[in-house]
C-alpha cells in the first residue's frame, strides 16, 4: 500500500514561490510514475505535471509551462514540485499522486493519491 505525503504548501504573494515535497511511503517508489494535480474550489481536479520512474521524462501542463519544475529523489521516495512566479490562479488544493510506471495526464489513471497541500497566492 503506497501512502503520500505532501508538504510545502502556503500563503505567497503574486510572483512568488514554493517547493512543494511529497513523500512516499510502503511501496515501491523506483517503479511508478509521479504526478502533482490541483484543485480550485468548485472547479475539477486538474493535471499540473508528471515524472516518469526514472525522472527522464517530464510533461506539464501549458498553464504551468516553464514556471513549474517537477522533479523527484528516488534516494529519499519524494517527488517535488518547485513553483515560480506564482499567480493567483494557481490557488488550490495540490495534490501528489502514483501510479505504475509510464507518466500520464488522467486523474482516473493514478491509484494513489496524498491529503492535499493548500496553495494560495494573494493578488
Known amino acids: 500500500q503506497v501512502q503520500l505525503v505532501e508538504s510545502g504548501g502556503g500563503l505567497v504573494q503574486a510572483g512568488g514561490s514554493l517547493r512543494l515535497s511529497c513523500a512516499a511511503s510502503g511501496g515501491f517508489f523506483t517503479n511508478r510514475a509521479m504526478g502533482w494535480f490541483r484543485q480550485a474550489p468548485g472547479k475539477e481536479r486538474e493535471f499540473v505535471a508528471a515524472?516518469?520512474?526514472?525522472?527522464?521524462?517530464?510533461y506539464y501542463a501549458d498553464s504551468v509551462k516553464g514556471r513549474f519544475t517537477i522533479s523527484r529523489d528516488n534516494a529519499k521516495n519524494t517527488v517535488y514540485l518547485q513553483m515560480i512566479s506564482l499567480k493567483p490562479e494557481d490557488t488550490a488544493v495540490y495534490y501528489c499522486?502514483?501510479?505504475?510506471?509510464?507518466?500520464?495526464?488522467?486523474?482516473?489513471?493514478?491509484?494513489?493519491w496524498g491529503q492535499g497541500t493548500q496553495v494560495t497566492v494573494s493578488s
Open positions: 515524472i516518469n520512474w526514472s525522472g527522464g521524462r517530464v
Open positions: 499522486a502514483s501510479r505504475r510506471m509510464v507518466i500520464s495526464t488522467l486523474v482516473n489513471d493514478y491509484d494513489y
